[in-house]
């Protein structure tokens, strides 16, 4: 019975060849466009899975322009999150992270360069569950010239 199908089908791609590559790459097309958008979401929804609070953690981003030109910029000024944390009672913490990109770094007499470096607040350990080795994460910057090291890096 299924040979029969088979058989059928196969006369079928063959007598309308034209109409029949339409359907096929139609098909296919809709498959990739398709597995595209399931690994898009998987992409999306696997941020920041490992916070207890993931639930409560957002980003504020700002809209700019008009029009064809509108924007959504993922960063604001400094001032609003800190604005917010006073103002806003369901703002529960406020964390300021500034990426400047590569950084040299320097440790008595060892000078290294280091990608993704960023300033942020004290109160990034507490919003963010990332594990310090040392330390508290209570009080992560006892002073002004303190840092906080990748174990990575601080085997280099």
């Not at 109409?19 to 296919?28: C, D, F, P, R, V």
Request: charged residues 20%; glycine residues 8%.
């Amino acid at each position: 019975m299924i040979k029969n199908f088979i058989k059928t089908a196969w006369r079928s791609i063959f007598s309308n060849k034209f109409y029949s590559a339409i359907n096929i790459l139609g098909l296919t097309a809709g498959m990739v466009v398709g597995i595209f958008l399931l690994l898009w979401i998987q992409d999306e929804l696997s941020f920041d899975r490992f916070h207890k609070n993931q639930h409560s953690i957002y980003k504020i981003g700002i809209e700019g322009g008009t029009g064809i030109s509108k924007r959504i910029f993922g960063s604001i000024i400094a001032p609003l999150g800190s604005f917010a944390k006073k103002e806003i009672p369901e703002v529960q913490d406020a964390v300021r992270i500034f990426k400047i990109g590569d950084a040299a770094l320097k440790y008595k007499e060892k000078r290294f360069n280091e990608k993704n470096f960023a300033f942020v607040d004290p109160s990034y350990f507490t919003v963010f569950d990332f594990p310090l080795l040392q330390g508290n994460s209570k009080q992560p910057f006892p002073d002004n010239n303190s840092i906080v090291l990748t174990q990575r890096t601080a085997r280099r």
